[in-house]
């Protein structure tokens, strides 16, 4: 049987354009990290121990995890603004509000503006 050319229909090209953003995203991505790493000042790898967070009720673990981290950064690099990457978020939340990590490995890096920007260790 001889097949016949179709014109693809409203669905079939929304989910090829659906699979083309990931791939912009992905290159904003890199992008944004040949940025950062020209203006890069200073970097640092912590191990920072998040086993306070345990002693606290488990309902408010993870959320206090997240100020230890914070406080931890305040106190070793001394910066005017504090970002932690979503990938840092995730990694301590990935396991819910009750059990946070009790210890996390972290990039710190300061810019020419003062700001650390926190994010995962690579290979963890």
Known sequence: MEEEEREPTEEEESATVEEEEPVEAEEAEEEEERELEEDIVEERIYTVPLRGAWRSPRQRRTPRAIRILRSFIERHMKPETIVITNEV???????GIQKPPRKVRIRALRDGEGRVIVRLVKGD
């Open 89 to 95: 978020n995730e990694y301590i939340w990935r396991r």
